[in-house]
Protein backbone atom coordinates (compact mmCIF):
# COMPACT_ATOMS: atom_id res chain seq x y z
CA UNK A 1 0.00 0.00 0.00
CA UNK A 2 1.13 3.64 -1.00
CA UNK A 3 1.81 6.06 2.09
CA UNK A 4 2.82 9.37 2.21
CA UNK A 5 4.79 10.84 5.37
CA UNK A 6 5.69 15.00 6.16
CA UNK A 7 8.10 14.88 8.83
CA UNK A 8 7.14 18.40 9.45
CA UNK A 9 4.09 18.90 11.56
CA UNK A 10 5.29 23.09 11.87
CA UNK A 11 7.09 25.26 9.63
CA UNK A 12 8.03 28.77 10.44
CA UNK A 13 8.58 31.35 8.03
CA UNK A 14 9.76 34.95 7.64
CA UNK A 15 7.54 37.14 5.25
CA UNK A 16 9.37 37.19 1.73
CA UNK A 17 11.93 34.68 2.97
CA UNK A 18 11.92 31.29 1.22
CA UNK A 19 10.22 28.29 3.19
CA UNK A 20 10.90 24.43 2.01
CA UNK A 21 7.96 21.76 3.01
CA UNK A 22 9.17 17.68 2.94
CA UNK A 23 6.90 15.13 1.64
CA UNK A 24 8.89 11.51 1.10
CA UNK A 25 6.09 8.63 -0.43
CA UNK A 26 6.30 5.13 -0.92
CA UNK A 27 4.79 2.91 -3.62
CA UNK A 28 6.06 0.17 -5.91
CA UNK A 29 4.12 1.99 -9.00
CA UNK A 30 6.00 3.76 -11.68
CA UNK A 31 2.59 5.43 -12.77
CA UNK A 32 1.60 7.72 -10.30
CA UNK A 33 0.84 11.63 -9.30
CA UNK A 34 1.82 14.12 -6.70
CA UNK A 35 0.01 17.27 -5.29
CA UNK A 36 0.13 19.70 -3.04
CA UNK A 37 -3.44 21.52 -1.23
CA UNK A 38 -3.21 24.24 0.68
CA UNK A 39 -6.02 24.40 3.91
CA UNK A 40 -6.22 27.70 5.20
CA UNK A 41 -8.45 27.41 8.22
CA UNK A 42 -11.74 28.48 6.50
CA UNK A 43 -10.83 24.87 6.32
CA UNK A 44 -10.63 24.91 1.98
CA UNK A 45 -9.24 22.41 0.15
CA UNK A 46 -6.85 24.36 -2.43
CA UNK A 47 -5.01 22.58 -4.78
CA UNK A 48 -1.29 24.40 -5.29
CA UNK A 49 0.99 22.44 -7.23
CA UNK A 50 1.04 19.37 -9.26
CA UNK A 51 3.29 16.84 -10.66
CA UNK A 52 3.10 13.82 -12.80
CA UNK A 53 5.47 10.97 -12.34
CA UNK A 54 6.44 10.34 -15.52
CA UNK A 55 7.43 14.09 -16.09
CA UNK A 56 11.02 14.46 -15.19
CA UNK A 57 10.66 18.58 -15.01
CA UNK A 58 10.11 19.91 -11.76
CA UNK A 59 6.45 21.82 -12.12
CA UNK A 60 6.24 25.56 -10.91
CA UNK A 61 2.84 27.83 -10.79
CA UNK A 62 4.38 31.27 -9.97
CA UNK A 63 6.03 31.25 -6.29
CA UNK A 64 5.00 27.72 -5.76
CA UNK A 65 7.82 25.26 -7.45
CA UNK A 66 8.52 21.25 -6.51
CA UNK A 67 11.56 19.76 -6.05
CA UNK A 68 10.84 16.23 -7.21
CA UNK A 69 13.08 13.24 -6.68
CA UNK A 70 11.39 9.92 -8.11
CA UNK A 71 14.53 7.70 -7.03
CA UNK A 72 14.32 9.30 -3.77
CA UNK A 73 10.41 9.79 -3.72
CA UNK A 74 10.66 12.61 -2.22
CA UNK A 75 8.17 15.83 -2.97
CA UNK A 76 9.13 18.73 -1.91
CA UNK A 77 6.91 22.14 -1.71
CA UNK A 78 8.91 25.55 -2.10
CA UNK A 79 7.50 29.02 -1.24
CA UNK A 80 9.45 31.84 -2.42
CA UNK A 81 8.95 35.42 -1.61
CA UNK A 82 6.33 33.89 1.46
CA UNK A 83 3.46 36.14 1.81
CA UNK A 84 0.72 36.37 4.79
CA UNK A 85 -1.72 34.38 3.18
CA UNK A 86 0.37 31.87 3.12
CA UNK A 87 -0.35 30.89 6.54
CA UNK A 88 -2.05 27.62 6.40
CA UNK A 89 -2.19 23.32 6.55
CA UNK A 90 0.00 21.74 3.68
CA UNK A 91 -1.31 18.58 2.68
CA UNK A 92 1.41 16.29 0.23
CA UNK A 93 -1.21 13.53 -1.65
CA UNK A 94 -0.36 10.80 -3.81
CA UNK A 95 -2.81 9.45 -6.58
CA UNK A 96 -1.96 6.30 -8.40
CA UNK A 97 -2.13 6.43 -11.84
CA UNK A 98 -4.62 3.55 -12.43
CA UNK A 99 -8.23 3.84 -11.92
CA UNK A 100 -9.16 3.78 -9.03
CA UNK A 101 -7.95 7.60 -8.55
CA UNK A 102 -8.52 8.42 -5.00
CA UNK A 103 -6.29 10.38 -3.28
CA UNK A 104 -3.51 9.45 -0.42
CA UNK A 105 -2.81 12.19 1.83
CA UNK A 106 0.28 13.36 4.40
CA UNK A 107 -1.00 14.36 7.60
CA UNK A 108 0.44 17.31 6.86
CA UNK A 109 2.41 20.61 7.76
CA UNK A 110 1.50 23.77 9.68
CA UNK A 111 3.21 26.91 7.95
CA UNK A 112 3.15 29.72 10.22
CA UNK A 113 4.49 33.34 8.23
CA UNK A 114 5.81 36.02 10.52
CA UNK A 115 5.31 39.25 9.69
CA UNK B 1 -19.05 28.01 -12.74
CA UNK B 2 -20.17 26.69 -9.41
CA UNK B 3 -17.96 24.49 -7.31
CA UNK B 4 -18.39 21.78 -5.19
CA UNK B 5 -21.30 22.34 -3.20
CA UNK B 6 -21.38 20.84 0.12
CA UNK B 7 -24.23 20.88 2.83
CA UNK B 8 -24.63 21.44 5.84
CA UNK B 9 -21.42 23.71 6.61
CA UNK B 10 -21.74 22.37 10.01
CA UNK B 11 -23.84 19.42 11.34
CA UNK B 12 -24.66 18.84 14.93
CA UNK B 13 -26.33 15.22 16.15
CA UNK B 14 -26.72 13.70 19.48
CA UNK B 15 -25.66 10.15 19.60
CA UNK B 16 -27.72 7.65 18.36
CA UNK B 17 -28.97 9.57 15.70
CA UNK B 18 -28.48 9.76 11.77
CA UNK B 19 -26.29 12.01 9.80
CA UNK B 20 -26.97 13.14 6.23
CA UNK B 21 -23.62 14.84 4.50
CA UNK B 22 -24.70 16.11 1.12
CA UNK B 23 -22.44 16.90 -2.00
CA UNK B 24 -23.39 18.47 -5.97
CA UNK B 25 -20.18 17.95 -7.67
CA UNK B 26 -19.13 20.38 -10.61
CA UNK B 27 -21.18 20.65 -13.43
CA UNK B 28 -20.10 18.11 -15.80
CA UNK B 29 -18.06 15.90 -13.38
CA UNK B 30 -19.67 12.18 -13.03
CA UNK B 31 -16.78 10.70 -10.40
CA UNK B 32 -17.35 11.71 -6.49
CA UNK B 33 -15.10 10.99 -3.54
CA UNK B 34 -15.59 11.57 0.23
CA UNK B 35 -12.66 12.07 2.38
CA UNK B 36 -12.65 12.09 6.38
CA UNK B 37 -10.54 14.33 8.17
CA UNK B 38 -10.10 13.95 12.12
CA UNK B 39 -8.81 16.82 13.69
CA UNK B 40 -4.83 17.30 13.72
CA UNK B 41 -5.07 14.59 10.64
CA UNK B 42 -4.89 14.66 7.07
CA UNK B 43 -7.57 13.52 4.81
CA UNK B 44 -8.38 9.75 4.51
CA UNK B 45 -10.40 8.36 1.68
CA UNK B 46 -13.32 6.65 2.37
CA UNK B 47 -15.33 5.92 -0.82
CA UNK B 48 -15.34 6.36 -4.50
CA UNK B 49 -18.47 6.64 -6.66
CA UNK B 50 -19.86 7.30 -10.18
CA UNK B 51 -23.53 7.78 -10.95
CA UNK B 52 -25.52 4.69 -9.69
CA UNK B 53 -22.13 3.11 -8.67
CA UNK B 54 -19.93 2.46 -5.76
CA UNK B 55 -16.98 1.76 -7.39
CA UNK B 56 -14.56 1.82 -4.73
CA UNK B 57 -15.48 1.57 -0.87
CA UNK B 58 -12.51 0.36 0.62
CA UNK B 59 -12.01 3.36 2.69
CA UNK B 60 -15.79 3.74 5.06
CA UNK B 61 -16.44 1.44 7.36
CA UNK B 62 -18.68 -1.68 7.26
CA UNK B 63 -21.11 -0.78 9.75
CA UNK B 64 -23.27 2.39 9.88
CA UNK B 65 -21.88 4.23 6.90
CA UNK B 66 -23.10 3.98 3.30
CA UNK B 67 -22.68 6.36 0.58
CA UNK B 68 -24.95 6.74 -2.71
CA UNK B 69 -24.76 8.60 -6.36
CA UNK B 70 -28.17 8.45 -7.60
CA UNK B 71 -28.87 9.88 -11.30
CA UNK B 72 -30.57 12.93 -10.19
CA UNK B 73 -29.16 14.46 -7.25
CA UNK B 74 -26.66 15.36 -5.05
CA UNK B 75 -24.21 12.14 -3.30
CA UNK B 76 -25.01 11.81 0.03
CA UNK B 77 -23.15 9.95 2.79
CA UNK B 78 -25.26 8.32 5.41
CA UNK B 79 -24.17 7.71 8.72
CA UNK B 80 -26.32 6.03 11.51
CA UNK B 81 -26.52 5.83 14.90
CA UNK B 82 -23.92 8.12 15.38
CA UNK B 83 -21.14 7.97 17.76
CA UNK B 84 -18.56 10.38 19.42
CA UNK B 85 -16.36 9.04 16.83
CA UNK B 86 -17.77 9.92 13.82
CA UNK B 87 -16.58 13.73 14.84
CA UNK B 88 -14.80 14.86 12.02
CA UNK B 89 -14.69 17.14 8.98
CA UNK B 90 -15.85 15.12 6.05
CA UNK B 91 -14.61 16.26 1.97
CA UNK B 92 -15.99 16.22 -0.78
CA UNK B 93 -13.95 16.06 -4.24
CA UNK B 94 -15.22 15.90 -8.05
CA UNK B 95 -13.41 15.18 -11.54
CA UNK B 96 -14.79 14.83 -14.37
CA UNK B 97 -13.00 11.42 -15.69
CA UNK B 98 -10.12 9.65 -14.09
CA UNK B 99 -8.15 10.59 -16.78
CA UNK B 100 -4.80 11.09 -15.23
CA UNK B 101 -4.57 14.82 -15.74
CA UNK B 102 -7.40 15.74 -14.14
CA UNK B 103 -6.98 16.86 -10.74
CA UNK B 104 -9.71 16.95 -7.94
CA UNK B 105 -11.55 20.08 -6.52
CA UNK B 106 -13.16 19.77 -3.39
CA UNK B 107 -16.07 21.01 -1.62
CA UNK B 108 -15.47 23.13 1.75
CA UNK B 109 -16.66 20.49 3.91
CA UNK B 110 -19.02 19.51 6.55
CA UNK B 111 -18.06 19.25 10.06
CA UNK B 112 -20.05 16.89 12.01
CA UNK B 113 -20.20 17.28 16.00
CA UNK B 114 -21.76 14.31 18.13
CA UNK B 115 -22.66 15.25 21.40
Known amino acids: AQTVTQSQPEMSVQEAETVTLSCTYD???????LFWYKQPPSRQMILVIR??????QNATENRFSVNFQKAAKSFSLKISDSQLGDAAMYFC????????????FGKGTKLSVKP | NAGVMQNPRHLVRRRGQEARLRCSPM?????VYWYRQLPEEGLKFMVY????????ESGMPKERFSAEFPKEGPSILRIQQVVRGDSAAYFC?????????????FGDGTRLSIL
Open chain 2, 93 to 105: ASSPTVVRTQPQH
Open chain 1, 27 to 33: TSESDYY
Open chain 1, 51 to 56: QEAYKQ
Open chain 1, 93 to 104: AYRSGGSQGNLI
Open chain 2, 27 to 31: KGHSH
Open chain 2, 49 to 56: LQKENIID
